[in-house]
Each structure stands twice: as C-alpha cells, then as structure tokens.
C-alpha cells in the first residue's frame, strides 16, 4: 500500500485525520496503520523511532530540562456503519473521529513539523487501549521498554471536548451475591428466595449518597451503580442464587483498597467479591509542563470522571492530563463525529505550549 | 423388539412399575414403550383399544352406570445416570419410579387383571406430559378425539405419596419491568437505573403475604415468587431495563383472570406482562365415584399445590384428582425412588375402588 501520509497530510491536522480514520484499525487490526505512522516517523530526522508490537514512539534528544509525551491509542471500537469518514460542515462522521484519531493527529502533526520543541517530547502511538488490559499497547511497552516512558510529563489525546480533563477515576467492579433455599415454586415456603433477598442489595444502592470531592480545584464526583442483575433456576423453582454486579467509580483520593474497604461496609452482611479494580489518578497539575500546558490552554481543568490511561502514567510516577479535540459522549457511537474547530483549537493550543518561550 | 410386558409381569404392579422403568421413554421417544403397552392392551378381549401418537387408551364397555379414567403418562424428564432402575430394600430408583411408571404401572395392571371392574373404566396412557403443553397427549386427545375422554371421574395416577390430594392450584407466570434511562457509570447520573428500580418490586414480593384458602376441607395456600431476574447493558452503563419474572401460584377459587387482576394490584405502578397462565382446578369431591374412591382410601384428601393435568380434566368438566404412590418431592430429581410398598398398598387401594360393592 502506498502510504497515504504524504507531506501535504501531515501538514493539516484536519486532513491527517481524516486520513488516519480512513486506515481500518479495529483493536488486533492495527499493523497496517503502525507500518504507515512508523514508516512517517523514521523519515523524520530529528527524530529517533522505535517499535515494539504494534506501539510505535519517536523521540526528540534534545538535552531540554524537561520531556513529556505525548500519546494516543490507534485502536478504534469496531465499525458501525460508520467507515469511512464522511465530513458535514463542520463535522468530520466516522469510527474513531472523536476517539481518538484527532487527537492522534495532533501528535503525529506536532511530530513531523515541530523540530525544536521547548521539551523533549516522546511521541507514543500505541495499540489496543479499547479492549482488555493484556493487549495495551502502553501496558506492553511499560513492561517490556519501562525506559521508553520516562518523563516528567504526559498527555493523553483522549476526547475531552477540548478542555483538560484532569487524572480520573478508579473504577472497582464487585459481585454481590445472594443466597436461599430451591424448592418447587407451587410450595415455595419450603424455600428462601434469593432474588427476594436482593431487593436489601438494591435498596442499599438506590438510597447510596455519592461522594463529591475536590482536588487541586478538580471536582469528581463518584457513583455506586447495579450495572446487572442475574438470579433464578427456571420457572417453577425458587431460586437459591442471585448475583449482583455493583460498579463503583471512586475519586483519587481513594486506593483501591479503600474503595474495597468502603464497598464492604456499604454491603455489610452480603457476600461481595472484587472481580476488578483500577486505581484513579490524582490531578497532576504540579509538574511544570503542566502549568505551562494549563496555561496555554484557555479554560481551567476539570476532573476527569471516566477512567484512562492517565492512571497507568500515573502508576508509573509520571503526573497526567487529559485534553482532545473529540467529544468523550460521543466516542463508541455510531454517530461518532468531531468539530473540525476543534481539532484546529487544539493544533494551535498544543503548538503554542510546545513553542512559547 | 420383544415385550418385556408379560403376563407375568403384568400380574405384579412392583415387577411392572420396574419394566416399565427400564423402557426409556423420555419425553418424545414414547414409541417403544407405546408400542408394547399397545401390543398387551389389544391382546386383551374385555377391552377396546385406540392409539394417538403415541398416546394409547383402552377401555371396557360393560354398561355401566359410571364411567371413570385412569390416567398416566408414559413420557420421563430426561435421564440423569438414574437409568435402568435399581432396587436396594424397600426402595426402587430409576428416572421415572416416582414420576410415574408406578402409578402407570397400576392402571395396566387393573387394565389386564380386572375384567368386570364396577365402573366403566378408561385406561389413558399418554404422551408428553412432561414437555411444553402443545405436544401434550392429554391435550392432542381431547382435540381430536374429545369422545375418547368422555366419563365422569378421572384420577391421575400422578405421585401423591398414597394420598389423595384433591384439584390444584393455577399458576400464572409474568414479567414486571422497570425502565430507566442508560447513561456511562462513570457519569451515573446523567442515567436512571431500572435495576435499583427492581427494589420496589422485590420489596412487594418479600412482604407479600401469601393466601390460605380451605375448599371442601382441603387447604390450598398460595405464593408469590421471582423466578428470574435479569438486568444490564454491560459493565460500564446504567442499565435502562430490568425485568422480573414473577410466578403466582393460585388456589383454585380464583380463575386465571381474577389471579391477573390481583397480580396487577400488587404491582401497581409497574408494566406487568402476563406470560403464561393455566387455571386451577376444584377439589372435585362430589362425584359418586370420587366418593366411593375417598371412601376406599384410608386418609383425607388434601389440596394439591403443584398444578397437573387434573386442570385438564376439570377444563373437560370431568372432576379429577390426584392419586399416587410416588413421592412428589422426588419427581425430576436424580435420585427419585418410589416405594414399593406404596405400589402394593396403591394396587389394593385401587383394586378394593373398583371391586368391592
């Protein structure tokens, strides 16, 4: 395939955009657009370029006090009538327009064109974020190539609307599971029904007061939510067995163990079970890049809600922020689109934070 | 094949309700065991023989002034390393001992040995009866050959431990939904929850107080029960839809209808979508021939709870009950076993019915 990342593309963070959602990159389907983006990146000589899997990073050497990267997922969720792009005035239309192509430009943009950056900057365009943790290109590298990733600071291209969204969430899913009796259901006195036994399960939710709390100016807000319910034997039996899966999304002001321990006590007297748990990430807003960063953007931070790859920077020491052209309600719909001015907001924002004095 | 039912067998309810045992005969594969209980009931001259399927009746024709039916069927639950049957003391295990190659096993037997019963008898002997309804042999009969069914009193040989249990109650199966709005679980609120709707639901169900109801002596005492619970979208969104299936079991002074009216009151406020429902039956008590036979029983009936073709019979306007020597509680389970002295002591409960003056 020739490569459709010519000179004139790269120039254009719209135009590499579009180019780049027209590159099918499903989730285990991303070689050919790592073979285009590494191929790009090697011919660039101020930069030098690595691969690993279907990861693929350049880095300026610059000897600057500071690096920082910048990073994007070049997976998408799957197609959904939705390939390839289609542009509607200031709407660019197609999988992974919002998540996160545009945000992938701006890197892959600012990585072709800016030379002389003010920090050293280490591009990273990494595999399969959009599905389990094994494949994560970025949690690959940090075990495999740990040295790939040091740096002072990082930003994550994730939609965000265009406003900086700052560490995130953690997330814990839990089972709570309720027990009975089975009996014949035309004697069902003979039985202890666990769904009847759930309803104190979901009492205890529906009635959960949510933490809000503020850090470093950031508001997150946490919520406890049923996200299944499962139970019954067949339609003549009293069921014995009910589970339900509880999803609570916590602030980073909390480990995980603390989550845990909070879980527990709000479902005191059930049975509950962790099946998964990642740690949020704090703010992050105290690393100089980061001011700077804050600075050359025109609005204040907020808490990011959603869970991202900030929390593995920041389990890797390295503060995180969030900030993307896309918007995080639309990524994973069919509808999925960007606004143009947006991606054009964010090339010049990004640009002037790598290039002010 | 030759018949493994000989006369000798024939002559001996215990040897007969083992035979028949060792006939596979789970639900839909009845021919084999049709075939041979046809074969022995056209060989016998006081009685005329019909086949449907594979649901096969005989009957004498001695003028009499009643008419009953003895009724089984031939089909099992599937096999569960319970087949062939063994025999250790008083016990006989085997898929289809209790549930009801022992009550089966009686009508043949009477069918063969008692050439002048006092009644005019039909020996009914069915397919299916373990399936879904429109497979049922009872109900393909009753269609297609309603005369064939035509009597006063019927007893459905199904395992009642040697006791009389009289009607039975109706059951009613339906779905309670709750609806909400779906939203990410990290922004929870921006949704409604129908699985935390569900507690309502569950709560009326847990403080349900059930019925207790006495028809011509016999207690009937109802219950409402989940049988099935299922909510969710996926692990990280508000579910907007939960549905629980709810069965009610309803003594038989309430019709189908009246037990939906009270359903609906119970849930008010919810979408309630009845599903399935069959009707209870009346004690049926009055016949003379149902008096003779509780007059021949040693103990007083008592209310069926589970639902059986009884219902079938009350729905034809022939009064039914239930009538024997396996124990219901073990019916479907993979260690059912009848009693043998419970067949013995049915044979003479029967024998006694239909001779004695």
């Known amino acids: 395939m020739e490569n459709p990342l010519t000179p004139e593309v790269l120039a254009d963070p719209v135009e590499l955009t579009r180019v780049l959602v027209d590159i099918e990159s499903v989730s285990r389907n991303e070689k050919a657009i790592a073979d285009c983006v590494e191929q790009v990146l090697r011919g660039v000589p101020h930069l030098t370029t690595y691969r ?77 974020e959009e599905i389990e943790s094994k494949y994560n290109g970025l949690t690959l590298v940090a075990e495999a190539h740990p040295e790939w990733l040091t740096a002072d600071f990082a930003l994550l291209l994730e939609p965000t609307h265009g406003i900086v969204e700052a560490g995130c969430q953690g997330t814990m899913r839990s089972v709570v599971t309720t027990t009975g009796v089975r009996a014949h259901s035309a004697r069902s006195w003979h039985g202890v ?28 807000r946490e919520g406890m939510n049923a996200v299944r319910i499962t139970g019954g034997v067949a339609g003549n039996v009293v069921p014995d067995h009910c589970e339900v899966e509880v999803n609570y999304r916590f602030a980073p002001d909390r480990t995980p163990a603390e989550a845990e321990a909070h879980l527990r006590e ?7 079970r962790v099946t998964d748990a990642a740690p949020g990430a704090a703010p992050g807003l105290d690393a100089p890049p980061a001011k700077e960063f804050l600075a050359a953007v025109d609005a204040p931070p907020i808490g990011k809600l959603g869970w991202t790859d900030v929390a593995r920077f920041a389990a890797m ?19 999925e689109h960007v606004e143009i001015s947006k991606i054009r907001a964010g090339a010049e924002t990004l640009h002037r934070w790598l290039t002010l004095p």
Do not use: W
């Open 52 to 128: 690993h899997g279907n990861t693929v990073m350049a880095r300026t050497d610059l000897g600057r006090a500071s690096r920082v990267v910048l990073a994007g997922h070049l997976d998408t969720v799957p197609l959904n009538n939705n390939f390839p792009s289609t542009t509607r005035g200031d709407l660019m239309y197609g999988c992974g327009t919002s998540d996160m192509k545009s945000g992938v430009a701006h890197a892959l943009h600012l990585a072709v064109t800016l030379p002389e950056p003010k920090y050293d900057v280490t591009y990273f365009f990494y595999e399969a």
């Open 193 to 220: 029904n666990a769904i009847h036994a759930a309803a104190e399960v979901l009492n205890r939710l529906g009635g959960y007061e949510a933490r809000r709390v503020t850090i470093d100016g950031c508001d997150y």
């Open 266 to 272: 709000v479902f005191a007297g059930f049975e509950v």
């Open 317 to 335: 020491g390295i503060p995180a922020l969030n900030f993307g052209p896309g918007d995080p309600n639309l990524a994973h719909h069919p509808n």
